[in-house]
Every structure is written in C-alpha cells, then in structure tokens.
C-alpha cells in the first residue's frame, strides 16, 4: 500500500516563530489531508488539498502531485499550535478511499 | 464541530467484557470509517462501510465487528476485551471516494 512519511517526528519553537512540516508520499493520491490532533485528542480539518496551494489564516499549504509531496506551513506560532499535525492521503490506484496517516510532527510552542 | 458524532467519549471496562461504540456520519454522507489509535501503531484503519455495505478492512481483529444501519449510523463492537484494546476509537465520514472526510471526537477506551 502507500507509504507516507512525515518529517521532522519533533519540534520544538519559540511562540512568534515559523515552522514548515514535510510529508512525502509514494504513490499518486486522489486525497491529501493535514490534520491537527490537539491534546485533548480530536482530529481537527486543516486542509484538504491533493494538489495546489491554499491559506487559512496564519497556516497554509502546497502540495505537489508531480513529485509526491506535501508541506505544512506555519507562521508565528502560538501556544495553541502545540499538539501533533498528520498528513493523510487516499491512494489513487485501486478502489480503496481509507486514509492512510504517516506517524505525524509532535510540535511544541513555547513561551 | 465536525458534525460527526460519537458516543460514548469515554469507555472503561474490565478484560473479556464487550463494548459497542457508536458513530453518527455528517448528513449526506455516506461513508463512514472507523480507525483505532494506540500509542505504539499510530492510526490505523479498521474497516469502511458505504450506504450499508461493507467496502474494506484493514486491520481489524476478528473479535471486532461493525456495521452500518440503514439511517447511516455506525455501529462498532469489540468483544472478548484484551488489555491491548485500550486506544482511541476515531469515526470518520465522507460525501465518497476521495473527498474530504472529517472525524468525530473519538472514543477513549481503558480496558482494566
């Protein structure tokens, strides 16, 4: 099945600093997803995004089809950034529609 | 709010008891997943269902089983309890094949 590793497993930033989260995928996908697990535990929708770009607020997203890859940006962290963030993705061959998660980026913001 | 709901939030229950968790989709979907988290597997996908049908299984142990009703909700049961069972319990649904899905609170089950 696809693959999907995320990088960096952990991040540490000071409150007001920029990250950039990287997922790799092996395959063609029909659905890219990035979720927001917070310590509470809920899922939380960041973006839908199997190809392009998109912005909500201080978080956006790119993912390019071509050459596998997806990144996570965010700028001027906050407290409540803190929590793990997932790439998830449907796999375009084959009629499978689960998501397949990579192992997530523990982020922590500090003060 | 996701609009998908589950019940209960949180589960705890002796070893061989069983357990029904239950999942209401977002309305006008039709798919929904189940998907367990433990600490040391990640997420993974325990099975799919499709207006009723069952689509696909992952990993999923044979003392589990599901099931989707003809209003949409989900049903998921765990029986014969091992302590290895304690982990999240996610429901996720979807309009259809990759299209956006979106995940309710979770169910926290502590198997004693």
């Known amino acids: 099945g696809i693959q999907v590793e995320q990088s960096p497993p952990d991040l540490i930033l000071q409150e007001g600093a920029n990250s950039t989260l990287r997922c790799n995928f092996s395959?063609?996908?029909?659905?890219l997803q990035w979720f927001h697990q917070n310590p509470w535990g809920q899922l939380i929708n960041l973006f839908y995004i199997p190809s392009g770009t998109k912005q909500n607020g201080r978080l956006s997203a790119t993912t390019v089809a071509t050459e596998r890859y997806s990144l996570l940006y965010i700028s001027s962290s906050q407290t409540t950034d803190s929590g793990v963030y997932f790439c998830?993705?449907?796999?375009?061959?084959?009629?499978?529609?689960?998501?397949?998660f990579g192992t997530g980026t523990r982020l922590q913001v500090t003060l | 709010d996701s609009g998908v709901t589950q019940t209960p939030k949180h589960l705890i229950t002796a070893t061989g008891q069983r357990v029904t968790l239950r999942c209401s989709p977002r309305?006008?979907?039709?798919?929904v997943y189940w998907y367990q988290q433990s600490l040391d597997q990640g997420l993974q996908f325990l099975i799919h269902?499709?207006?009723?049908?069952?689509?696909a299984k992952g990993n999923i142990l044979e003392r589990f089983s599901a099931q989707q009703f003809p209003d949409l909700h989900s049903e998921l049961n765990l029986s014969s309890l091992e302590l290895g069972d304690s982990a999240l319990y996610f429901c996720?649904?979807?309009?259809?094949?990759?299209?956006?899905?979106?995940f309710g609170q979770g169910t926290r089950l502590t198997v004693v």
């Open positions: 269902y499709y207006n009723g049908e069952e689509r």
């Open positions: 998830a993705v449907v796999g375009s061959t084959g009629t499978a529609s689960k998501l397949t």
């Open positions: 309305s006008g979907d039709l798919s």
């Open positions: 996720a649904s979807s309009v259809g094949r990759g299209t956006e899905a979106f």
């Open positions: 395959d063609s996908v029909n659905n």
